[in-house]
């Protein structure tokens, strides 16, 4: 079946600095990819959607200059937390969409920033 | 946009018993409903899907149905085991496109042995 490739999947970092997080399709094409942050005991919330060569769409509330998201190939999507804060810290997943394979699910980076 | 209700938020069951999870949506556009199931830590994995053409799908000891009708669907899972232990969220989209997933907010399943 389709894999979707999430690294890293935990990161420590200090306040103030940046942290990216890249999700890779192996042996398939994402036209599109969501990226969701999930928070202890919560739902997946979206919070972009992005397709290859255009810029993302952010969610209500996101901060797209914080959040940074870049979509350079059908295989390769990324995530950059700018300047990251404690209230950041959360579960960050990714999920790619393909007509032959619907939704996949990246494995997940746990971040926490001390 | 869509959005999805999901109940209970927590549902505890004794090894064999069945267990039922109820959702409801908004968008009467919505026409693709998926069931995840989340172990702590780890991805969403997909555990069935209907789309709105069928009223009812089986595999093994899973189920969903849906009513297009009430808006609403259900996951049914009979002779529970303790590995079925996890957190268990329903989700509606757009299908044909694949536009973007609207999840419930999840039932934490307890199957106790």
């Known amino acids: 079946g389709a894999v979707v490739s999430q690294h890293p999947s935990w990161v420590i970092c200090k306040s103030g600095t940046s942290v990216k997080i890249e999700c890779r399709s192996l042996?398939?094409?994402?036209?599109?990819m969501f990226w969701y942050r999930q928070f202890p005991k919560q739902s997946l919330m979206l919070m972009a959607t992005s397709n290859e060569g255009s810029k993302a769409t952010y969610e209500q509330g996101v901060e797209k200059d914080k959040f940074l998201i870049n979509h350079a190939s059908l295989t390769l999507s990324t995530l950059t937390v700018t300047s990251a804060h404690p209230e950041d810290s959360s579960f960050y997943i990714c999920?790619?969409?393909?007509?032959?394979?619907?939704?996949?699910f990246g494995s997940g980076t746990r971040l926490t920033v001390v | 946009g869509e959005n999805v209700e999901q109940h209970p938020s927590t549902l505890s069951v004794q090894e064999g018993d069945s267990a039922v999870i109820k959702c409801t949506y908004s968008?009467?556009?919505?026409?693709?409903f998926p069931w995840y199931k989340q172990e702590l830590g780890k991805r969403p994995q997909l555990i069935i899907d209907i789309r709105s053409n069928v009223g009812e799908k089986k595999d093994q000891r899973i189920a969903v149905t849906l009513n297009k009708t009430a808006k609403h669907f259900s996951l049914h899972i009979t002779e529970t085991k303790p590995e079925d232990s996890a957190v268990y969220f329903c989700a509606a989209s757009r299908a044909g496109g694949y536009s973007t997933l609207t999840f419930g907010k999840g039932t934490m399943l307890l199957v106790s042995p």
């Open positions: 999920s790619a969409v393909s007509d032959n394979y619907g939704y996949t």
């Open positions: 968008d009467s556009a919505s026409n693709y």
């Open positions: 042996d398939f094409q994402a036209t599109t």
